[in-house]
């Protein structure tokens, strides 16, 4: 399911995500409509904070040439450590 994309500058978008305890499958359809929503946009990222969900979750793929594949990656709990 398609989701609406929240833009700056909603106050949303600032606040501090939770951690994901478990992974669920409410956690799993989650992750499939951001990576729906994400290709509809068109994009390569998107963060569950930016439909309105503060979870910390990602959705990304990289691969953008029509001739590729597709693959998608999704993170829980991301951490960017450099």
């Known amino acids: 399911m398609k989701r609406t994309i929240i833009l700056h500058p909603d106050p949303r978008l600032k606040k501090v995500a939770a951690p994901v305890a478990d992974l669920t499958d409410e956690l799993r359809a989650l992750a499939s409509d951001m990576l729906e929503t994400m290709y509809d946009a068109p994009g390569i990222g998107l963060a569950a904070p930016q439909i309105g969900v503060l979870s910390r979750l990602i959705v990304l793929d990289c691969v ?19």
Not at 64 to 82: Q, Y
């Open 64 to 82: 953008k040439g029509e001739t590729e594949s597709p693959r998608p990656l999704i993170m829980f709990n991301p951490e960017v450590l450099a």
